[in-house]
């Protein structure tokens, strides 16, 4: 297999960076990946493993969001960098800056470290969070032209602000500092797809939950869908193209509310879709739970909110297709069971 260079994807024990590693790794280029501690490379290596037999061309290298260490020597000798790594709480923290500070300073940290080494571009990981809060919901498609109001602590939580002030950092400081380093961002919507073990997405529990009966209800709560492989696609693809230099990509298919996911789980997924909850739960019950519920509390800003998204751009400039959303359901459902996550 020819060699096409060197890449950096940083966070490498994050879902979306594992199924980056293993396509860009099957794709022909030498990798490498940042985690905190070299403790965890054994672990990564045994889900990349998973992916790509050519984990000979991945290396490891320890470097953290909230220090300077390592990034230089990591970044050093790469054609490319696929910042993936970023902060994602299980509850909101009391204090923004939590969040806010290693997600802006550490992209400012790689960013700084890819140009000091010659780094052709940089495709950091954003999310559709920085594109579609603070304005409530709409039926009309946000796009790339679209961006969050972070000063709007009505609709966000402290994680869609992170996001937000992140990617308006990066492009302000590419604009002032970078130089001849290129950027592209691109924007996940919420992140199914097949697990490699029990260190999946966030987005994960929503499938999760709805399987093993933790939640007794439906309420009115609702994402842009999209898989992991097809997220990790268009990185890869934004990496290649010569004309996304300096573009921003939406990744997401079709808007889903949580009663129409758990539909797809009952109908098509014989035996464990039968714990899933069929009755849909009132607004005001919600509310009235979240009373008692830190974690319904916290996203209460999005109930009944309908955020669809067009990545019409993707599919146009990058040739990019996603999975449609039942199929990527059900392969995030068969897989939480194959990893024993999930009774069958």
Not at 34 to 47: H, K, W
Not at 104 to 124: F, P, T, Y
Not at 216 to 232: E, Q, T
Request: net charge neutral; glycine share 10%; aromatic share 6%.
């Amino acid at each position: 297999m020819t060699d096409k260079g060197v890449v950096l994807v940083t966070g490498g024990s994050g879902y979306i960076a594992g199924f980056c590693i293993g396509q860009l790794l099957n794709e022909g280029w030498t990798v490498r990946t940042t985690v905190r501690n070299l403790a965890r490379e054994a672990e990564v290596r045994a889900s990349i493993a998973k992916l790509s037999p050519h984990g000979n061309r991945l290396s490891v290298f320890a470097a953290d969001l909230n220090a300077d260490g390592g990034w230089r020597e990591a970044a050093e000798g790469c054609v490319g960098v696929l910042h993936v790594a970023s902060p994602l709480p299980s509850a909101n923290p009391k204090d923004d800056d939590e969040l806010i500070r290693p997600a802006r300073d550490g992209a400012l940290r790689v960013l700084k470290a890819s140009r000091d080494a010659g780094v052709k571009r940089v495709v950091m990981t954003s999310s559709t969070a920085a594109v579609c809060y603070g304005f409530g919901g709409r039926t009309e498609p946000f796009t790339e032209a679209d961006w969050s109001d972070p000063t709007d602590r009505s609709d966000s939580s402290a994680y869609e602000r992170s996001k937000m002030i992140a990617e308006r950092a990066a492009w302000a400081w590419l604009e002032a500092e970078g130089g001849a380093l290129e950027l592209v961002t691109i924007c996940p919507g919420a992140v199914l797809g097949p697990v490699l073990g029990r260190d999946f997405s966030a987005s994960i529990d929503i499938v999760k939950k709805l399987l093993d009966g933790s939640v007794p209800g439906l309420p009115r709560f609702g994402w842009p869908l999209v898989d992991v492989r097809d997220i990790a696609d268009l990185h890869v693809r934004a990496l290649a193209a010569p004309h996304a230099a300096g573009r921003r990509y939406i990744g997401a298919g079709d808007f889903s509310w949580m009663a129409e996911i758990a539909e797809v789980l009952r109908r098509d997924l014989p035996g464990a879709g039968a714990r899933v909850p069929k009755m849909k739960l009132a607004d005001g019950l919600v509310r009235l739970t979240a009373i008692f519920d830190p974690v319904i509390r916290e996203r209460l800003f999005e109930l009944g909110k309908q955020r669809p998204v067009s990545a019409q751009r993707a599919k146009d400039e990058l040739g990019w297709k996603p999975r449609s959303n039942r199929e990527m359901i059900l392969d995030t459902a068969r897989s939480l069971i194959a990893e024993g996550l999930i009774k069958a």
